[in-house]
């Protein structure tokens, strides 16, 4: 009996177990988009697939004629390939025109007014359409773009409602400002299994920098910044934290900080810093509260946590610590770096604009 694309099914099995995750996701992926299906559902796609390849998938998606109904984390995924928002709240689901950057601003901008009683109708009328408008005029893709375009024209004004769904508050504070001296990183390198992830990686991260390390293998991020927070050691080369540095890091697997079975208050105290003294029960509960965890659920115990839930909790330990070095991506990014076997690759600009370069440079190739 066959299996994918005509490989026997024992095969196909065979193979999939051999080949790694980024590698899995992209065979799975082509295995979804072989034969033009009607309907496309993707569950968490860009999931292990490096950005030129999210960025292929992005432009593919919004270019492609049938449904297509996607779930992803990724909102900058979810902005550059939907047209529409299903909202799941309260055991319903709604359908909203936009991608999720204008469903979430329409609707904050709507509770807003919903608590303005002092404006008047036909100010905030006036308000919610040009909203619409300025949201309709600023396109960047083909057709994904006309069709957005063309669905919030026709929007009517009573299709925006506010949302009740709370959303996490994550506050960084530092314990002392950073100094001058941050990261100095000289000819860093690391293999896996003889395969180079990277090599005579050098750089100095000054502060204000604001820095998103790529690689086009996903696990060379991983293994580099668990080498600088100390979690694996490199093949070659050395690093040195600034002496002024309280660094907080949230790692891509999670796995060994939830092997007990804990509450979560007794979890989140056993990360408490040693500058902070006064550490009570309200103390604790405003930590796990601003990533959504309150009432009885901060006794929940952390063996039944879904993977959302510990990163929230990974966050609330973040934020616990006071850092004045954290890492962050798309929105904030003012410099980028990219890992690769031969060397890094230091650009001085937004990650958008580094894909932009990236693409160019790909397509000067072919």
């Known amino acids: 009996m066959n299996g994918w694309l005509g490989v026997p099914e024992d095969m196909h099995q065979s193979l999939m177990k051999e080949i790694s995750a980024p590698v899995k996701v992209r065979v799975l992926l082509a295995q979804a988009l072989f034969g ?16 030129i390849t999210i960025s292929w998938l992005e432009n593919f998606l919004a270019d492609y004629e049938n449904i297509v109904i996607v779930v992803s984390h990724d909102r900058h995924f979810l902005d550059a390939v939907c047209t529409h928002v299903a909202d799941v709240d309260r055991q319903k689901i709604k359908i909203y025109t936009g991608n ?30 040009e909203f619409i408008a300025r949201f309709s005029a600023n396109a960047s893709k083909s057709k994904q773009a006309t069709s957005r375009k063309k669905a919030l024209e026709k929007l009517v004004i009573e299709e925006i ?38 090599s005579q990686v050098s750089f100095t991260v000054n502060k204000g920098d604001k820095i998103a390390v790529v690689a086009d293998d996903h696990l060379a991020v991983t293994s580099f910044f668990e080498i600088i927070n100390g979690e694996l050691k ?29 509450t979560l208050m ?17 103390f604790l509960r405003g930590f796990l509260g601003k990533m959504l965890f309150s009432g009885d659920e901060v006794v929940k115990k952390t063996s039944v946590l879904s993977g959302g839930e510990k990163v929230r909790c990974m966050l609330s330990r973040m934020m616990l610590q006071d850092p004045n070095v954290v890492s962050f991506l798309q929105t904030v990014a003012n410099r980028v770096i990219e890992l690769t076997p031969n060397g890094a690759i230091d650009k001085l600009m937004s990650f958008d604009e580094y894909l932009e370069e990236k693409q160019a440079r790909k397509l000067q190739v072919a």
């Open 234 to 262: 490199a093949d070659h080369g050395k690093f040195e934290w600034g002496t002024t540095v309280t660094k907080a890091y949230l790692p891509n697997d999670n796995t060994k900080y939830f092997t007990s079975d804990m």
């Open 161 to 198: 409602a506010p949302s009740n769904r709370k959303y996490p508050g994550i506050i960084f504070k530092q314990l002392r400002e950073v100094g001058n001296q941050v990261l100095n990183i000289e000819k860093l390198a690391k293999s896996i299994d003889g395969r180079p992830l990277f």
């Open 266 to 282: 007794d979890w989140l105290r056993q990360y408490v810093p040693p500058h902070v003294t006064d550490v009570d029960e309200p």
């Open 100 to 129: 999720y950057t204008f469903w979430y601003e329409s609707s904050q901008l709507a509770a807003r007014q919903m608590s303005d009683k002092n404006k008047k109708t036909e100010d905030k009328r006036k308000d919610l359409m």
């Open 36 to 51: 033009n299906p009607d309907i496309l559902i993707l569950d968490e796609p860009t999931n292990n697939l490096d950005v």
